[in-house]
């Protein structure tokens, strides 16, 4: 079965600092990963996704995620945060059968 | 590519009412796919299309609820006898189906409030 877990619903960090959006999956099969974010009263948009080669993938925006597969991860990162990032992030898991599984999200403020 | 479109953007109703809401997916994507999101949660998944095939229901759509997608064009969601756990964001999207890795896209959502 399929399923992402993202841990910390929010995140807090400072204009210009790192950010780090946490998310494990689990999967029995190869995974196709996805990271979406979402701003107030709006759908999701695509951020970036992994599916196969190159375990570091480049999105817009800024951001990036490294698969980890040892470590069942593929963490959200962004090396310095901008007023305008401040959203809903989800991490999401495509499975067989064609659904896609999304976690519960993480808040991310940025503090000016 | 014009995007996911999905109307009313806004639906506030009376419990026991019925509420239909419309899909019109980016246009060459054979599949469609039903959400409902609600306040802190990721979307959960409802019901998807292949073309106008209905291909998967979840659990969480009971006997009230209906989706179809004639000719596998736009779809409809219809909520009959409305309760009011069934407030939430309900969310479209669709994929060109090229396989696991086709993302989703998503349109803005209808938000639907039984009062």
């Known amino acids: 079965a399929q399923s992402v877990t993202q841990l910390g619903s929010h995140v807090s960090v400072s204009e210009g600092a790192l950010v780090l959006l946490r998310c494990n999956y689990s999967s029995s099969v190869p995974p196709y990963l996805f990271w979406y974010v979402q701003y107030p009263n709006q759908g999701l948009q695509l951020l970036l996704k992994?599916?196969?080669?190159?375990?570091l993938v480049k999105g817009i925006n800024g951001f990036e995620a490294e698969f980890k597969k040892s470590e069942t991860s593929f963490h959200l990162t962004k090396p310095s945060a901008h007023m305008s990032d401040a959203a809903e992030y989800f991490c999401a898991v495509s499975a067989p059968g064609n659904q896609f599984y999304f976690g519960t999200g993480t808040s991310l403020t940025v503090i000016p | 590519d014009t995007g996911v479109s999905q109307n009313p953007r806004h639906k506030i109703t009376k419990r026991g009412q019925n509420v239909t809401f419309r899909c019109d997916p980016i246009?060459?994507?054979?599949?469609l796919y039903w959400y409902r999101q609600t306040l802190g949660q990721g979307p959960e998944f409802l019901t998807y299309?292949?073309?106008?095939?209905?291909?998967?229901k979840s659990r969480l759509l009971s006997d009230r609820f209906s989706a179809e997608r004639p000719k596998g064009s736009f779809s409809t969601l219809e909520i009959q006898r409305t309760e009011q756990g069934d407030s939430a964001m309900y969310l479209c999207?669709?994929?060109?189906?090229?396989?696991?890795?086709?993302?989703?896209?998503f349109g803005n959502g209808t938000r639907l409030t039984v009062t």
């Open positions: 992994y599916t196969t080669g190159a375990t």
């Open positions: 299309f292949q073309n106008e095939a209905q291909l998967e």
């Open positions: 999207a669709s994929s060109s189906g090229q396989g696991l890795n086709s993302p989703l896209h």
């Open positions: 246009s060459e994507h054979n599949r």
